[in-house]
């Protein structure tokens, strides 16, 4: 099974950008199904984007869409979440998580096999 551990988040002002990293461990993460969600309290977990393999497509919700860009570096087994213009509804931990089955990308969270601990983000003047 993979191990995810995701970095980079913190204190942001609206406008603002970030870029979060999941560091992939136990395998190579190339041909994995890699999602990006967020859940901000008192609400339902959110899947803002996935990228289904190395060499697949990605898919962003709406409420990111045109702002956010999801990347792979396959030498260091990480993928990214860079965001920009960010807003104060963007605060919310922030999750990847990873599944063996790129398809995953078009299935409920639940079927991700691994999922990293979290990184809080905070838009906020």
């Known amino acids: 099974q993979v191990q995810l551990v995701e970095s980079g988040g913190g204190l942001v002002q609206p406008g603002g950008s970030l870029r979060l990293s999941c560091a992939a461990s136990g395998v190579s993460v190339d041909y994995y199904g890699i999602g990006w969600f967020r859940q901000a309290p008192g609400k339902e977990r959110e899947k803002v984007g996935c990228?289904?393999?190395?060499?697949?497509?990605?898919y962003y919700a709406d409420s990111v869409k045109g702002r956010a860009t999801i990347s792979r570096d396959s030498a260091k087994n990480t993928v990214y979440l860079e965001m920009n213009s960010l807003k104060p509804e963007d605060t919310a931990v922030y999750y990847c998580?990873?599944?063996?089955?790129?398809?995953?990308?078009?299935?409920?969270?639940?079927?991700?096999?691994?999922w990293g601990q979290g990184t809080q983000v905070t838009v906020s003047s």
């Open positions: 990228s289904a393999s190395s060499k697949g497509s990605t």
């Open positions: 998580a990873a599944d063996p089955d790129p398809m995953a990308c078009w299935r409920r969270p639940t079927h991700f096999d691994s």
